[in-house]
């Protein structure tokens, strides 16, 4: 007898399972909350050097600015240098101190900032950039702040993985809420730069709990298992694989436990859980918009930011543990408790014959049966080999121009609250999009097109001025559907390349990789200092290599979903002897 019976007789879906959902809806408006924070946190504002001594009418502050300041090509005012020595300005009544007799003939000389800088603050009061300048020289300073970040996350997935399975998904989930809380608490109350960076980037560990432990896409594969222990052959052309994936959020991770709620839930069900929960991410960066736009301080954006940790704590009270662990761990009296709490919830009648110490003792012999396979199998045949390695590619891409988009809002000129907001808004058209090319198109020609569609707008916005700004806005909103349509398909994708017993494994490698790619996505920005168009070409040619990887991998759509890796390499065998035959 396995769990998903069990799970049968207290009730699969009912008001406990809803309880769940409801509970896990925080760490979901949490983390896009967190991992979209930059574009209001470290935002640059307009800035130019700190002049001494300006005029306090502000009448004359042009002339002023004009005669201490170089222009760029677009006519503004520098943002990094200042004249040596100041022009002589036409007004007398304000030439005093304004020009050197020492002034050299031709072309003014030009000087870096020396007292600092003066922020426009009528669109952010206070940033990390303002606070400690790092602007001009100290600009890559700003960017590490994301990559510190994304680090943190990464090496946080594994370490909450591990502890997932060694201690429970309910103590890490408590765990999660209240380091996530301090350290966000400790970041807000940052004194210096490195304060900063070391605080934000164990605040990327903690969150990375919830991407473990809350997070449901390992669940897709006890779902297709569940399907064939029942003896049907799962169609993937079916509505069922592509609903379920195309609403998964750019975090999550399937290489280590599955998603606590989805724990609970019976097949049936699952599809409609992981829709419904989903809104809930869509949701967190739309009131990340809203609550940028009503605070515009850093350190208070922070603060209400990681406010969901509060009542998160509370809900502990409520959440309980999975029992399919419990069972695991041979903890058959706590599973048991649990599961009558499920049933009574629900309404279910369960006699106690019914969960007994012996019929749950004989799930545990089922669920220790099932070995946990390492990395290293996913390269231990051609097939595999050739699977991971473009997998790999496209998650790097994916996540390298996902992130290099959406991060460097502020840079652009545009509206930063309206533009994030309209970012936010494209998320489910996106969705929509890809679950109907996945059926009728397939999912390689899928992803390779979007990452097509990605590397375009790339090219085209290399071509479009700066100054029109409907133009940039409409190519970046352009840009944020084809980069989050090819983040949907790559999870459905995935999951349907690697066989049952490796499929959790590949989900966290490339999730792993693809956390790589959204590290060094911020980085990627500063190529700008070896020329201004390298980063777009940089974004914009990674997911083309991308693109190209996609295509390599085998198409899926109308194949069965494979269990073993000797279906996967008698599956490339006969695509081999089809085109052979062709």
């Known amino acids: ?13 009912g008001p406990f399972q809803l309880r769940n959902l409801m509970l896990m809806a ?103 950039a303002t606070e400690w300048d790092l602007v001009c020289e100290q600009r890559g300073l700003n960017k590490i702040t994301s990559t510190c970040f994304f680090v943190g996350v990464l090496l946080g997935a594994v370490v909450y993985g591990h502890l997932a399975d060694r201690f429970g998904r309910r103590q890490l989930l408590l765990v999660a809420y209240v380091s996530s809380l301090v350290l966000a608490l400790a970041s807000a109350a940052s004194v210096n730069y490195i304060m900063f960076v070391i605080t934000r980037t164990l605040t990327g560990s903690a969150l990375a709990g919830f991407t473990i432990i809350v997070l449901p896409l390992g669940e897709a594969d006890k779902h297709g298992k569940a399907c064939r222990a029942s003896g049907r052959l799962i169609e993937l052309d079916e509505p069922i694989w592509p609903l379920l994936t195309v609403f998964l959020s750019p975090v999550s991770d399937g290489s280590m436990a599955p998603g606590l709620e989805l724990e609970w839930l019976d097949v049936e069900h699952r599809t409609v859980a992981g829709v ?67 049933a009574k919830l629900n309404g279910q009648p369960v006699s106690e014959d019914s969960l ?24 231990r045949t051609p097939q595999l080999l050739r699977i991971s390695l473009c997998c790999m590619m496209v998650w790097f891409g994916v996540n390298f121009a ?58 085209i916005s290399l071509l479009v001025s700066p100054g029109t700004k409907y133009w940039v806005t409409a190519l970046l909103l352009l840009g944020k559907g084809f980069s989050e349509a090819a983040f949907t398909t790559a999870y459905l994708f995935t999951s349907e390349l690697y066989p049952t017993v490796l499929r959790q494994t590949g989900l966290g490698l490339t999730a792993l990789i693809g956390r790589l790619g959204a590290s060094l996505a911020p980085l990627a920005a500063l190529l700008d200092g070896v020329w201004l168009m390298l980063p777009k070409l940089a974004y914009g040619g990674i997911a083309l290599l991308a693109a190209c ?11 069965q979903l494979p269990e073993t890796i000797q279906d996967v390499e008698r599956k490339s065998i006969q695509e081999e002897d089809m085109q052979v035959r062709n």
């Open 26 to 128: 925080l760490p979901r408006v949490l983390l896009p909350m967190h991992f979209l924070l930059p574009v209001f946190i470290a935002a640059v504002p307009v800035h130019h050097c700190a002049l001494p001594g300006a005029p306090a009418n502000l009448t004359h502050q042009d002339l002023w600015l004009d005669a201490h300041l170089p222009r760029e090509t677009d006519g503004s005012f520098s943002s990094c240098l200042r004249f040596a020595h100041p022009k002589a300005l036409p007004n007398t009544t304000l030439a005093t101190g304004a020009h050197s007799s020492g002034e050299p003939e031709g072309e003014p000389t030009t000087v870096p900032c020396s007292q600092g800088w003066e922020y426009n603050r009528s669109e952010f009061s206070s940033t990390i």
């Open 402 to 459: 996902y992130y290099g988009l959406i991060l460097d809002v502020s840079e652009l000129g545009l509206d930063v609250y309206q533009t994030q907001l309209l970012l936010g808004a494209m998320e489910l058209p996106s969705k929509i999009m890809v679950y109907f090319l996945v059926r009728h198109v397939g999912r390689r020609l899928t992803e390779a097109g979007t990452l097509l569609g990605a590397t375009l707008t790339f090219g």
């Open 1 to 13: 007898m396995g769990f998903e019976e069990i799970l049968d007789k207290v009730g699969g879906f």
């Open 549 to 559: 990887a996609a295509l390599l991998l085998p198409e899926t759509k109308v194949a």
């Open 356 to 379: 007994s110490q012996e019929v749950l003792n004989k799930v545990v012999t089922v669920e220790r049966v099932l070995r946990r396979p390492s990395y290293l199998d996913l390269f």
């Open 276 to 342: 419904i929960s989903t809104i809930f991410w869509t949701g967190g960066v739309l009131l990340l918009a809203l609550v940028g736009y009503l605070i515009r301080s850093w350190r208070w954006l922070l603060l209400a930011a990681t406010l969901p940790c509060v009542p998160g704590v509370i809900s502990i009270w409520w959440v309980p543990e999975s029992a399919r662990w419990l069972l695991t761990q041979g903890r058959v009296e706590e599973a048991r408790t649990y599961l009558f709490r499920c």
